[in-house]
């Protein structure tokens, strides 16, 4: 007899450990099971955010901002220093050293939780049956009266560039380099090409981004994805939009890219090249037959509103279902699906789960972009207010950027708010709450925000829905 489990998690990633440590604190018997070793060959928890993903990329992200403050922005400040220098084998030390931190913080979350951790390759058999395969080659097999598929999602490969983990990389080996690129090529202007593009960039490689749209940033606010395009343009990013990559040829230690920017054929040669042209769910070889469980023509699992695929009491949550690829909208959809198996209402609310990209400067947003509410008919007005005239950023000479808050013409209520700028990844928080609570801009405007504080753009954007921002002319 196989054990059996109250929930059986397979995925230990933002979504996945997440909605085993809730489930367990709901008093249920919960197993977690994971496939992903790092760069130790150990098993580890946190899946792509904690080991490849969101917190390597912070990592170094801080890091290679301190040494580009030195380089360029600490003068201003009147301080001087000898030329900076950067070791990279440090940098990414000290990245690997946070990771561990965080993946063994999930180790003991789940000791605490009573969650049995399962190292080792998970399949679903019907009748909720799990069989894993461990990484000795072993194999076992458990129950769940309920289980929550949280597989993720991997890197999409383009067929004339494959991995190769040394010359061609994917988000995990553009974490890893030995040394500064001289030059870098990405493939994809989206967010990873951007974070991990600033981040060499900062530290002196060449950088030239190849994006397939014309449009830089199309999931963003455009007046937002303008500033956001000028900065990284002064920042000496290269950035070359409606170009297409027809082929890529490793030559020796160099990568030839050609690619056509719709007027001819460019040819580019690199020392690394990035590839980020988006991410698939992950479920290769996750479904046996005869589960029930239906996977769309995009690979992802087909789940209802409440992440219930059409299995009985099969629940999928995370990037392998619809939704934005984002760690945080994962972990909300663990906590409603433990929830509801609890018997307790669970809901996530897919209009507003906050976007962030940690470039310098950073962007983030809520809710619709001004174009959206065009395309679907609802009328707008709209505020903004620049960083530039911002007591807080002035002193931090962080002045680019702006926050634009988008309000219907009728009722006032708040549909999204856009933000470039000083740690606006903090300051969106804000606009989350107040749209989760159906606010106005006169709601935003009518808040004492202190003073001064970054978060005063948010303030002054509102009142400039209805022009009667004070710092600027309406
Ligand atoms: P993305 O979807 O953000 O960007 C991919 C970009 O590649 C798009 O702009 C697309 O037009 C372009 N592209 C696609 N095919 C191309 C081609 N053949 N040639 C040139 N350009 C091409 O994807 P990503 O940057 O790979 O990130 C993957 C996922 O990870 C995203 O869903 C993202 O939300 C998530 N992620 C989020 C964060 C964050 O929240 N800060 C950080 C990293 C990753």
Redesign the pocket.
């Known amino acids: 007899m196989s054990e059996q489990f109250d929930v059986v998690v397979i995925g230990a990633g933002p979504a996945g450990y997440v909605a085993a440590i809730r489930a367990a604190q709901l008093g249920l018997k919960t197993a977690c099971v994971d496939a992903f070793v790092g760069k130790d060959g150990k098993p580890a928890l946190g899946g792509t955010c904690l080991n490849i ?2 917190i390597p ?1 912070k990592a170094l992200l801080d890091s290679s901002k301190r040494f580009h403050d030195i380089e360029h922005n600490l003068a201003a400040h009147g301080i001087s220093t000898e030329k900076a220098s950067i070791d990279v084998g440090a940098m990414v030390g000290r990245k690997d050293k946070i990771v561990k931190q965080f993946t063994g913080g999930i180790t003991q979350l789940f000791k605490a939780n009573k969650v049995t951790p399962i190292a080792g390759y998970g399949t679903l058999h019907p009748n909720r049956e799990v069989r894993i395969k461990g990484h000795d080659g072993s194999e076992a097999t458990i129950t769940g009266k309920h289980v929550i598929l949280a597989t993720g ?1 991997v ?2 490969e ?1 067929p004339f560039a494959k991995f190769d983990g040394k010359h061609v990389v994917d ?1 995990a080996g553009a974490l890893d380099f030995e040394s500064t690129p001289k030059r870098l090529g990405v ?7 951007l ?1 991990l593009g600033s981040v060499w960039k900062r530290l002196g490689a060449e950088v030239t981004v ?4 014309p449009d830089f940033l ?1 999931a963003a606010d455009a007046d937002i994805a303008k500033i956001a395009a000028r900065e990284f343009k002064k920042q000496g990013l290269d950035i070359q939009l409606g ?3 027809s082929a890529v040829e490793v030559k020796g230690d160099e990568v030839h890219v050609t690619y056509n920017d719709g007027k001819a054929d460019q040819s580019l040669v690199v020392d690394k090249l990035l590839v ?4 698939r769910a992950a479920t290769k070889g996750l479904l046996a037959d005869g589960t029930g469980v239906e996977i769309n023509e995009r690979g992802q699992i087909v789940v209802d509103d409440h992440c219930h695929t059409a299995a009985e009491n099969v629940w999928a949550i995370g990037d392998c279902v619809r939704g ?4 945080h909208k994962g972990s909300e959809e663990g906590i409603a699906v433990a929830e509801l198996i609890a018997g307790k209402p669970g809901h996530v609310n897919l209009d507003l789960v906050p ?4 470039t310098e400067p950073e962007l983030a947003w809520v809710g619709k972009t001004e174009a959206q509410c065009k395309a679907e008919g609802i009328p707008v007005k709209t505020g903004s207010f620049p960083f530039a005239a911002i007591g807080r950023a002035v002193a931090m000479n962080e002045t680019a950027g702006m926050v634009k808050v988008i309000a219907h013409a009728e009722t006032d209520r708040l549909l999204g708010v856009h933000m470039v700028g000083p740690v606006v990844s903090e300051l969106v928080a804000e606009a989350v709450v107040a749209m989760e609570f159906h606010g106005s801009a006169e709601d935003l405007a009518r808040i004492c925000h202190a003073h001064p504080s970054l978060a005063e753009a948010v303030h002054e954007a509102a009142l400039a829905v209805d022009k009667r921002a004070i710092h600027k002319a309406n």
Request: hydrophobic share 55%.
């Open positions: 993903g969101c990329s999602s890197p999409i383009l988000n493939i994809g202007a989206g967010v990873i090409g974070e190849i994006e397939a749209l199309a170009s297409k990559v980020a042209v988006g991410r934005p690829m984002l760690a976007w962030v990209i940690y």
